[in-house]
């Protein structure tokens, strides 16, 4: 097998491909060259850097591509309905920069909060200022929490173990096994002393309207998207005083490469501080992203497993649709899996997946079948009529 690392990965990632007998090439190819040399290969993994369009997924399809991860959270430069509609699957490595993302977010809080971009930059001028930089604690205040996924969780868990803060959050899928306490998205806005947003996607999560529900004394941190805050509000929002303050790593439009003008009005105000979309930005991120891609993409090349999946459901139960379960017990030879087939097929059910393992040594093997339509006690006696089918139950 073959996989393309077209923004190439951080050696332990390519240790892992290449220890299971996959073969890289991390060459860089363009648009044009990539359309017609990505049919070569089983897999492309990218990163940010690589735009993988429609017409690059249509030739990957008419040759052996089968998946594209990404490595890293977000897949937006990835076209996800062509991929789905051509049969590839894509794939992130949603924990590799978790803890990555969490502890910038925490850096620009207290960074927005002591001013210290602003009294570095008057050092570097020559300017000795005090008062003028004088602060407020992280400690005992409110964080709300915008999009409480891995990323909203760590950053929660760090706030309240490294700064006894209260957190609070709001999610359009809470999850049941959080700590965070949940309330309603205008409840985090009003009440929170910092409003940090890790929702993902391109919605806008934080326009006019969220805006004036927050403390005047209230910052708001983004590390999500750019697209996720309405940059012309929150200008508005900070040259009136209506909030405090704002520390951005993402912006609506971001300059393409290294040393390029960055550009945003946002520059204009003094109670806004900015990086530049580093929430990855780490040794160890880099590190565990490469090998977490890695990982998911070799099992789905060797195994079928959709773990991580962003276009296929990581298990039947995100369908959402009634399944059964079968169990047969029988000689690990080959045609079972044929006539078994058969059988359900002639009674006109769907079989969603097919787990099967070897049992003991004596040659036989446990076969779980996960079916769309209840299986009758005739289908299970013709079932066990089959030749080398040693019990069926349901």
Known sequence: MKVLLNDNLASEGIKVLED????????????????????????????????????????GARGKLKIIGRAGVGYDNIDVDAASENGIVVKCAPYGNTNAVAELTLCLMLNISRNIPQAHNSLKGGKWKKSAFKGTELSYKTLGILGCGKIGQRVGELARRGFDMEVIGYDICPCAESTLKYVSK???????????????????IVGQKELALMKPTAYLI????????????????????QIAGAAVDVYTEEPKGEGAVFKSKLQELDNVIFSSHLGASTIEAQRETSTEIARVVAKYLFGGDFTSSVNAGETIEFEEKPVYTLFIHHRDVPGVFANIDKVLADNDINIRANYSRQIGSSGYAISVYVVHKKINPAIIGSLKEIKNIVNVKT
């Open 20 to 59: 299971l007998g996959i073969k890289t090439d991390t060459r860089k190819r363009a648009l044009n060259a990539l359309i017609a040399e990505i049919g070569e290969f089983d897999a492309l993994i990218v990163r940010s850097g690589t735009k993988v369009t429609r017409e690059v997924i249509e030739a």
């Open 186 to 204: 205008e409840e985090v806005l009003s009440k929170a002393d910092y409003v940090s947003i890790h929702t993902g996607g391109k919605a806008i």
């Open 222 to 241: 983004n590390t999500s998207r750019g697209s996720n805050v309405d940059e012309e509000a929150l200008y508005k929002a900070l040259k009136e005083g």
